[in-house]
């Protein structure tokens, strides 16, 4: 164990550094108002669930705010990150340990475990958000708290799914919500803290059978319309993922309770 | 301004200082492995390198890594519940009565409870009374609520509360190793589990 005067030492060192290497500003967060909502899956017997208020981050964490909280935890570096925590995929789009390459530092970080997401967010005094808090925000569009009978909110996510590479591009990219929060839908498919609390069919997973490749398809044969469809691709691909999965276009932001 | 540049070092200190905490946590839940004269590095996939503390039963504290050199027999469950539940427990308590091997005292079989909002360390114990499952082999564990979702993240099981005494949940019973690796999981209600007997069977009669 690390004496006292060292682990002091060591402390104001990374202070000094932190002050140094400190170029990320903490993500600015928005405020969202409680309420209620119905979910596409996981509503309760009443029906609904209830949303207190919490605290969002605006943007998506960035390769740069990631090379910090690298830089300051090492055990969640690519070559030190173990095996329980995250797949040989996590970073793997990075240059190295401590090197986003030719990544837009302002981009969202990605190929992302939930053990890191998580982590990264506690190491900042946040959470992730829970996954109806998630949706509930999710909502909205520019100018409607849930705008997910509108078709141009439907449209606008649709052809999010059929545009590739978008976590290539900077935080903020796409107008910002009701809540002045940017990038729910168009940048990147995020974490959230709950993520394992998806049932698509009855209370086992063994009854989705072996269909959890077909897995979206499949569920969405009794959506009756396209919002169904969008929220459909989320909740499976949520419910294909494991807490050491990463994939190239899953990143994550952070919230807080007020 | 020099007062705001001492605002932004306190607030980079307090900010540094929460994480290393996180960190300093870590470190320490490490210390009894490299004190301990076995000295076995824990393996990278091994459950114990979660580093969340959780109570028993009978009140005591233990992190899951104390546990190591044991076979352990992992579900996650809650007290209240009533449909799938008791058919978990029942699962539990016959594959603890058919496991046959020599070093049958090696094995834990160890119930997490999803609620522990409910699940007082007090009302795990009368469960475990309840259910006649008292031997020291009975573990019945609680942490708190993040704690659980990581755990739960860990072994694939979903859960959710759909009202104020009800989840829904995976029906998983996992298999874990003497260096804390998953080694089997059975899934579902009412399935066979003579492959997780053998399993166990297979993990006991590794042991010297």
């Known amino acids: ?258 | 301004m020099k007062k705001i540049s001492l605002l932004f070092i306190a607030g980079i200190t307090l900010l540094f200082y929460h994480c290393k905490q996180a960190n300093t946590a870590e470190h320490t839940s490490a210390k009894p492995t490299e004190k301990s004269t076995v000295a076995e590095a824990i393996s990278d996939l091994s459950i114990y390198n979660l580093p969340s503390t959780w109570t028993t039963q009978n009140g005591k504290e233990i992190e899951l890594k104390e546990l190591q050199g044991q076979v352990l027999v992992m579900v996650m469950i809650y007290t209240s519940c009533k449909a799938a539940c008791p058919r978990l427990v029942a699962d539990m308590r016959h594959i603890e009565e058919k496991v046959q091997a020599k070093n049958k005292d090696k094995v834990k079989y160890i119930l997490v409870s999803i609620d522990p909002t409910v699940d007082t360390p007090e009302r795990l114990k009368a469960f475990a009374q309840e259910n006649k499952m008292e031997g020291n082999q009975w573990i019945f564990l609680r942490s708190t609520e993040d704690n659980t979702r990581e755990f739960a993240a860990t072994l694939a099981v979903n859960y959710k509360k759909i009202s104020p005494i009800d989840f829904s949940h995976s029906n998983i019973i996992s298999v874990f190793n003497t260096k804390g690796e998953l080694d089997y999981q059975q899934e579902g209600l009412g399935i066979d589990y003579a492959p997780t007997i053998k399993e166990i069977e297979k993990q006991l009669a590794s042991l010297p």
């Open chain 1, 1 to 258: 164990m690390m004496t006292h005067p060292f682990r002091l030492v060591l402390c104001l060192l990374s202070v000094l550094t932190g002050i140094l290497l400190n170029a990320q500003q903490a993500t600015p967060m928005q405020t969202i108002q409680s309420g209620t909502f119905t979910p596409l899956y996981g509503s309760t017997e009443e029906g609904y669930v209830k949303v207190a208020s919490f605290q969002l981050d605006r943007f998506a964490v960035t390769n740069a705010q990631y090379l910090d909280f690298l830089n300051q935890n090492p055990s969640y570096q690519r070559s030190q990150i173990k095996g329980l925590f995250a797949t040989k995929s996590y970073l793997s789009h990075w240059k190295g340990n401590l090197d986003y390459g030719d990544l837009h530092p302002q981009a969202p970080v990605t190929n992302i475990s939930w053990f890191a997401a998580k982590k990264y967010c506690e190491c900042q005094g946040k959470r992730l958000p829970t996954l109806d808090e998630w949706e509930y925000v999710a909502m909205a569009d520019a100018q409607q708290m849930d705008a997910r009978e509108k078709t141009a909110y439907n449209q606008y996510i649709l052809a999010w799914y059929e545009t590739p590479k978008t976590y290539l591009n900077p935080v903020g990219s796409t107008p910002k919500n009701y809540w002045g929060v940017y990038d729910m839908h168009g940048l990147i498919w995020e974490w959230v803290f709950d993520y394992n609390s998806i049932f698509l069919s009855g209370e086992s997973r063994k009854d989705k059978g072996n269909d959890e490749n077909l897995f979206c398809g499949s569920a969405s044969i009794n959506a009756s319309d396209l919002m169904d469809y969008a929220a459909f691709m989320r909740y499976g691909f949520r419910g294909s993922l494991r807490a050491n999965f990463t994939t190239k276009n899953l990143g994550f932001r952070c919230a807080k309770d007020l």
